[in-house]
């Protein structure tokens, strides 16, 4: 294999770990956005939940989140006919969310719709601090974050190129 | 109206609608309540027989009858307010939550008491979804006594679940219909939505729904004049109110829960009306055989 060739195939590998390592960050990116999506509507819903005491079938039927709709997750929560805690925890699962997001949601869906008024409020705002803190250090931690994954996939992709090549 | 028990099968998570609809027709079509407790007997009420059934829907004791599971019941409380309790916190204070299809689930459980006043309930642990009949001609003959001598103050009497609303809601239609009686203006003060709910009428009658009675009866008799007032299940609340009332000439017909009109003014709020003329007949309902309903003088029982 000529030098060239070496070389191209060198930086073909080089080039494709730096991609992978930009699509881990756009999950890292996107994780964020989900967690601040949920947040929003958490806030929506607080909202609307005690100032106008609107039924939640209305108020995700009145909702709108560019973000939400792309992951389905309003459709999920709109369509069906299974009670509110069910299809707000399958909704829940379409979103890139982590763990302790996703955990603290299960909670507070569980109880969607089931509590009175002043309990309901609680458990929304025990949640929507709880995402505050984890989206403030996610964002936080986002640059670093990203700049070590790709880094760290351009030197994969270095080290494959040297010891393939 | 509600048609029969099948309308609240909407309500009632699958596995006991399932056993439900396997009851004996006869039974189910005389069904007018059903009652779900959290880890108790799921019981169906026909008539005077609280009925408790097994998965398969055989009439059975309490061993081996179906039971209401802790999220079968939330599950149902979610069904009836919708999805969204919170919006019905006012309404579970007092015991019940109204219902899409009209009338109301009177539910149980927790209460939450704030400055000796229940606000609210923590938990529910029993819900109760009765049907509203409608006898049409059930008032009769109270309207017969009316048009003979005239519409005088009544009160209507009998244990829980005797047909009190029903009869309420049957004079309402007569009297504002002018069914066997000249046409009147009737106000009906329907705190909890369930005299007028659902009723298709076109007869002279003003509601208003969702207020405490006392205030309610203030209310319609400043702002709508009404010739009769009707309200469901008086209370010492609402005893200076109904005075007022009747002092601006309007005819009082309520209801009160008593075990026989001879009891009935045993109570001393009811006792106080009708010393003061508020009711001059007690009508007392039973359930012997159908709904019956016989009239007397409040004269000769005080």
Do not use: W
Request: charged residues 25%.
């Amino acid at each position: 294999m000529s030098l060239v060739l070496r070389l191209l195939c060198a930086g073909t590998l080089v080039v494709c770990a730096y991609l992978i390592g930009l699509s881990f960050s756009a999950e890292e990116k996107k994780k964020l956005a989900a967690l601040e999506a949920m947040r929003r509507l958490l806030e929506y819903m607080r909202l609307r939940i005690t100032v106008t005491r609107t039924p939640l079938n209305e108020l995700f039927r009145s909702y709108n989140d560019v973000f939400l709709e792309k992951h389905g997750f309003l459709q999920a929560l709109r369509a069906g006919t299974r009670d509110i805690p069910c299809r707000f925890s399958e909704a829940c699962a379409l979103l890139p969310l982590k763990e302790d997001a996703l955990s603290e949601l299960t909670v507070l869906g569980r109880g969607l719709g089931t509590l009175p008024l002043c309990e309901q409020e609680k458990q929304l705002a025990v949640c929507i601090s709880a995402l505050e803190a984890q989206s403030a250090e996610m964002r936080q931690k986002l640059p670093a974050r990203t700049k070590s994954i790709k880094t760290v996939s351009v030197l994969f992709g270095l080290l494959a190129a040297i010891i393939l090549i | 109206m509600t048609d029969g028990i099948s309308t609240f099968f909407r309500y009632v998570p699958t596995r006991i609608v399932k056993a439900l609809v396997s009851l004996p027709p006869d039974l189910l079509r005389r069904g007018n309540e059903i009652r779900l407790r959290r880890g108790a007997p799921v019981s169906l009420t026909a008539g005077d027989k609280n009925v408790l059934f097994d998965c398969s829907g055989r009439v059975c004791g309490a061993d081996g009858a179906i039971c209401a599971s802790a999220s079968e019941l939330a599950e149902c409380v979610s069904l009836v307010a919708g999805g969204s309790l919170y919006t019905c916190d006012e309404f579970v204070s007092h015991g019940y939550i109204p219902l899409e299809t009209g009338g109301r689930a009177g539910v149980c459980g927790r209460a939450l008491v704030r400055d000796g006043r229940i606000t609210g309930m923590s938990e529910i642990t029993s819900i109760s979804l009765r049907l509203h009949r409608n006898v049409p001609d059930f008032a009769q003959p109270l309207i017969r006594e009316y048009a003979k001598n005239g519409i005088r103050g009544t009160i209507v009497c009998s244990p829980p679940a005797m047909g009190k609303t029903t009869f309420l809601r049957s004079a309402c239609v007569l009297l504002g219909e002018g069914r066997g009686i000249k046409r009147r203006r009737v106000g009906v003060a329907d705190e909890r939505d369930e005299i007028m709910a659902g009723v298709s009428q076109s007869g002279l009658i003003d509601v208003l729904s969702g207020a405490p009675k006392a205030d309610a009866i203030e209310m319609l008799t400043r702002t709508m004049s009404p010739e009769i007032l009707v309200c469901d299940e008086i209370t010492a609340a609402e005893t200076e109110a109904l005075i007022n009332a009747q002092n601006a000439g309007v005819c009082l017909l309520a209801s009160a829960h008593a075990a026989s009109a001879d009891t009935l003014f045993r109570r001393p709020h009811i006792r106080r009306l009708a010393e003061c003329g508020i009711f001059s007949v007690v009508a007392e309902l039973s359930r012997d055989g159908g709904y019956k309903c016989l009239l007397r003088e409040a004269e000769e029982l005080l």
